[in-house]
């Protein structure tokens, strides 16, 4: 994919992102690797999520230096996150990074995510969890938060929110769409003050599999087009 393309996708998510209703004012951030490199897209820092379009995504190298010229700046916490991420998984294309209120709730629970919804059990069988250390404002908090992501595709930030990557950018979308819907269910459920029922352990080896049979092996490429359509019916500022 070419970085025009690349652009468009990862405005797209951001508008996704806001139309959900998931984003925190101007404070989480999304990023995608640019093709041959270690360079990376990621928010101008100020923009609310649904004002973001392809030209205005600010171009950072790995030392979080602008590669073209931008008049915003970059979230200093949000490139040490990413920063960390792709310069560990070269399979990681695109990082996702929210504070959503399911999402911080569950965060703050000891036993974390639990798998009592079908959400869960796919989640769970790829997350990791990474304790908080305060706002990530240190260089020296990134190998943790590296060892704790490991090769999981969904990171639950203790006390603070969640993440997830992907190889592109709807693929990291819709492993947080995943990941969001397993914590509103849990928040509900606990909510309804009756006593929980978890999945048999047993069925949680075979969720990969049942996954990939029911998206035709497809993955994330099922759902991804038609939620471009959804933004491109409302407008297709975000690819300007």
Known sequence: MDER??????????????????????????????PGGDAFLIN??????????????????????????????????????????????????????????????????????LPISQYATIVLASLGYHDYEGIAL?????????????????????????LTVGATVGEAFTAMYALQRACEAQIMAQAGGAALVQVDPRILGGVKANVAAVTRGLGSAVAWPALLRRLDRAGTGYRD
């Not at 695109?94 to 209120?101: A, E």
């Open 5 to 34: 393309a690349l652009r468009v996708e990862l405005a797209a998510c951001y508008r996704l992102v806001a139309l959900f209703g998931w984003d925190d004012l101007i404070f989480t951030h999304i990023s995608a690797r640019l």
């Open 44 to 113: 101008p820092y100020g923009m609310l999520f649904e004002e973001i379009t392809a030209s205005s995504l600010v171009k950072v190298d790995a030392q979080g230096e602008k590669l073209e010229p931008s008049d915003w700046p970059v979230n200093p916490a949000g490139f040490v996150i990413h920063s960390a991420v792709h310069a560990a998984r070269h399979d990681v294309g695109c990082v996702l990074h929210l504070h959503t209120n399911a999402g911080v709730a569950v965060s703050c629970q000891k036993d974390g995510l």
């Open 138 to 162: 240190r260089d020296d908090e990134k190998p943790r938060l590296v060892r704790d992501l490991g090769q999981s595709s969904a990171l639950i930030l203790r006390n603070h929110g969640l």
